[in-house]
């Protein structure tokens, strides 16, 4: 294979759409300052930019030499096509790489636009992320550390606050693990009671601290959603303390003193213009403890920065769960962290720590005199307090990609919570948003044409509209096509109309739902912000957009200051992360390599008390359920 012959094949893929034209070009412009361009330089190049565009952080030679690399498109047999002419050992590949003047080895004082580190390519600043990041997670999960001390004093609150208990308590464990250490990592699906286990964790730190008024706390999630949700939940856990504690808390001052959740993006005080962070290393944020959420939608730049931005000896806790799909950027920092956290890899000396709090030993399974110092820091919670049975144990066979309990599971009618269905047509999903059921948008409609004479009472009514629009939601994997949100959003109206709900008239009406697509800080708006459009109760100012703030007060935009809107009937998957909803419509269309086993599970656990699964094809659960997304990366701590 010749260069020529391979920019042959890299030109005809970008042709039939196969390769992005960034790819093509990245290769086109590392062969021109390649004095020698190989067939493998030019190959690696374009697959790298590729593969940052599908979330990946660097390219798996092991992989590509094997024929393995997972891409999930047409491009897989081609590739198997090309590496036919082209030899197939690593070193060799290395040999060749280290060889052009764009590929050098980390430990290379040179600098270049890729780094080939053993057997994984990446863009230089990809390698530059992971390495920090590795390098702060070492740091932070360093057992010098440590404070084991403060822990003698912190055991009656333990007590108090958790139940006597037989079995190992993980959520116990979690607020231990996160007593000791200066990093945390709280993984588990939804309702296992993440937010439950820092509202203990707070409420111990503060106990514990000689100047409690002082300690400097926030809150964060990667969109203003998740972050609205952390608020409440975090509040309301607060407030639902049991009343034995060893010693009086006035609970309200420490709702004030912890305030609500911002996005990430706020928290480090982002420049709209410059893209810049505020906060970074040399201008930390004020903190003494950051508690993240839905870590898993955080990407690796981001992650990279915030850590970036923390005080040395501040406190992190990240949450999340490891299961559901990753940033739509490069990195999958919380599934990689959290790859081996089942299996715990405990040390002896986190055995011994967690006995002498009481808890019962650790089963020999757990244990692993080798474990990393991550792994000490890391607690995976394991029972879900939310989910009736039939989503809960759905979600858990889906997870483990077991194709026969899904199907019984779906094809047992006695669940009221789980309703399965093949449809022929997208209209069958229109009336199922529709039907004139408390759970669709069939009551949102009623409601929206009880509009109250009087002007004083409109609010109060705006936030019931938005309320019950929030507990149904039609998500999708596709954005185009006719099970896609453009269409079914489409749809939607139009059968609301007919129904009588709705008069869309132009782009904006009234009983319009909107997303926001993109963080707008003059509007103080996030993205992922769910906003409706009603009539404004002074008449001059027509259609005003309406969103809930989490005081339950509400802000009001123009329409035509939002830029980054769409119809918000119908989401993607992608977009619905951080939220939940009452009633989950999720559609599938016909097999696609976006519908993988992470999409299905972060659709379905979406759903709160009922969930109705729409496909298009009798396949698509079967062959996405065995499409786990893999995401290479170099973040992979041993265990
Ligand atoms: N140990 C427990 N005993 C009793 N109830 C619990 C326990 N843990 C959690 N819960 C309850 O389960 C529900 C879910 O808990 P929580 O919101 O903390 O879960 P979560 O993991 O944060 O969920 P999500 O991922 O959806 O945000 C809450 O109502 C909480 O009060």
New binding site residues.
């Given amino acids: 294979m010749t260069p020529a012959s391979l920019l042959e094949h890299l030109e005809t893929w970008y042709r039939q759409g196969k390769l992005r034209l960034l790819d093509i070009s990245f290769a086109r412009w590392c062969s021109r300052h390649d004095p020698a361009p190989t067939p493998e330089l030019l190959l690696v190049t374009a697959l790298v930019a590729y593969l940052e565009g599908r979330g990946h952080s660097c390219l798996d030679l092991d992989s590509l030499l094997l024929n393995t690399l997972t891409l999930g498109t047409e491009l897989e047999a081609e590739l198997a096509q090309v590496l036919t002419g082209l030899p197939r050992t690593l070193p060799v590949w290395q040999n060749t790489l280290y060889g052009s003047p764009c590929i050098r080895p980390p430990s290379s004082p040179v600098p270049s636009p890729l780094v080939l580190a053993e057997n994984r390519l990446y863009l230089r600043r990809y390698w530059q992320y992971e390495t920090a990041l590795s390098q702060q997670i070492r740091q932070r999960t360093d057992p010098a550390l440590w404070s084991l001390d403060a822990l003698t004093n912190a055991l009656p609150w333990l007590h108090a606050l958790f139940p006597a208990h037989s079995e190992i308590h993980w ?1 116990r464990v979690a607020c231990a693990l996160a007593l000791r250490s200066p990093f945390t990592l709280i993984t ?1 699906g ?8 820092v509202a203990r964790l707070l409420t111990v730190l503060l106990s514990q601290s000689a100047r409690p008024e002082a300690l400097r706390i926030a809150l964060a999630a990667p969109t203003g959603k998740a972050a609205a ?1 952390l608020t409440e ?1 975090l509040q309301k ?1 607060l407030r ?1 303390l049991p009343s034995n504690l060893p010693a009086a808390l006035d609970i309200s001052t420490l709702i004030e003193q912890v305030g609500p959740a911002r996005t990430l993006h706020s928290l480090l005080g982002q420049d709209w213009t410059t893209r810049q962070f505020r906060h970074d290393a040399a201008h930390p944020l004020d903190l003494d403890l950051l508690i993240v ?1 839905e870590a898993s939608m955080v990407d690796l730049k981001m992650m990279v920065a915030l850590f970036d931005a923390l005080p040395p000896r501040s406190r992190i806790v990240l ?1 999340g ?1 490891r299961d559901q799909l990753a940033s739509v950027e490069a990195g999958a920092v919380l599934g990689d962290l959290c790859l081996h956290a089942e299996a715990g890899h405990y040390r002896p000396e986190t055995a011994t720590f967690l006995c002498a709090l009481g808890e019962p030993p650790l089963p020999e399974n757990l244990r692993d005199s080798k474990g990393s110092d991550l792994a000490q820091c890391r607690v995976m ?1 394991r029972h879900s ?2 989910f009736g049975t039939a989503i809960g144990t759905l979600a858990l066979a889906v997870n483990a990609g077991d194709v026969n309990s899904v199907t019984r599971l779906l094809k047992q009618e006695t669940h009221s919570s789980l309703i399965w269905k093949e449809c022929a047509s997208p209209q069958e999903v229109v009336e199922v948003a529709t039907r004139p059921t408390e759970l669709s948008y069939g009551r949102f409609s009623r409601l929206l044409q009880t509009r109250p004479a009087a002007s004083a009472d409109f609010d109060a009514w705006a936030l019931l509209l938005l309320q019950t629009l929030d507990q149904f939601r039609v998500l999708c994997a596709l954005r185009e096509g006719p099970w896609g949100v453009i269409e079914l959003n489409r749809s939607i109206e139009q059968k609301l109309r007919a129904m009588g709900g709705l008069q869309p008239q132009g782009e904006w009406y009234e009983g319009r739902p909107v997303i926001i697509t993109r963080n707008d800080a003059d509007l103080s708006l996030a993205n992922g912000d769910i906003g409706l459009t009603l009539r404004s109760p002074h008449p001059a100012q027509g259609l005003r957009v309406y969103f809930p703030d989490t005081a339950r007060t509400l802000r009001a935009r123009a329409p035509s200051r939002l830029n980054h809107v769409e119809t918000a009937f119908a989401l993607t998957v992608h977009k619905s992360q951080g939220s ?1 909803f009452e009633h989950t419509c999720l559609v599938l269309p016909a097999p696609h390599p976006i519908v993988t086993r992470e999409l299905i599970y972060t659709g379905i656990t979406r759903a709160r008390q009922r969930l109705t699964l729409l496909c298009a094809d009798p396949n698509t659960l079967e062959v996405g359920l065995a499409r786990p997304t893999q995401r290479t990366s170099g973040l992979k701590f041993e265990s």
């Fill in positions: 959520q588990g939804p309702g296992t009671g993440k937010t439950y286990t949700r939940s856990a639902e959420d949450l769960d919670l307090h939310r939940e």
